[in-house]
């Protein structure tokens, strides 16, 4: 599951960049983030409460669901207007939160892949601790944050997501 979801997030995050950068619209960026809102909130879902769910599981559906309610978050606000100071302060949580996540990730490392997610979660975290300074404290970021999506979209997403698709990593 986590190759699906990884893929999604890339093009998510891929679209979102483009977005920031001036490439796609308001009224359509929305979309992306509903449909990849959705596949995460049912593989959280899946994880928290389907028939294999443990403890490693519901804390993986935890920590997805701050993905989850990022990308649904920015669509109602493009839906509805909303200036983005909510998600900012929502995303000021999620920055904090993948502080103890990234150490915990990369201390039980065990191979390329453990340390690449390890590293995934420090550069998610500063991602969104750069949407908190974009949309909480008004700075103007948007083009730096935009780029930053964007290349976080290929790099911790897009390309891992398709690797594990193919069975290329495992």
Do not use: H
């Amino acid at each position: 599951m986590l190759g699906l979801v990884l893929f999604f997030v890339g093009a998510v995050l891929c679209l979102n960049g483009l977005w920031l950068l001036g490439r796609i619209g308001d009224n359509e960026i929305s979309i992306i983030n509903y449909l990849v809102g959705g596949i995460t909130l049912v593989a959280c879902l899946v994880l928290a409460f389907g028939p294999g769910a443990d403890a490693a599981s519901i804390k993986a559906a935890a920590l997805t669901l701050l993905f989850t309610f990022t990308y649904l978050w920015v669509a109602i606000n493009r839906s509805n207007g909303a200036d983005g100071r909510g998600l900012g302060w929502f995303s000021l949580f999620v920055a904090l939160t993948a502080v103890p996540v990234t150490l915990q990730t990369l201390s039980g490392a065990d191979s390329t892949w453990g340390y690449w997610f390890g590293f995934s979660w420090a550069a998610w975290g500063v991602l969104w601790f750069m949407f908190f300074l974009l949309l909480a404290m008004k700075k103007p970021i948007a083009r730096l944050v935009g780029g930053l999506t964007l290349a976080e979209g290929v790099l911790t997403g897009w390309v891992p997501g398709y690797l594990l698709l193919n069975g290329l990593l495992k």
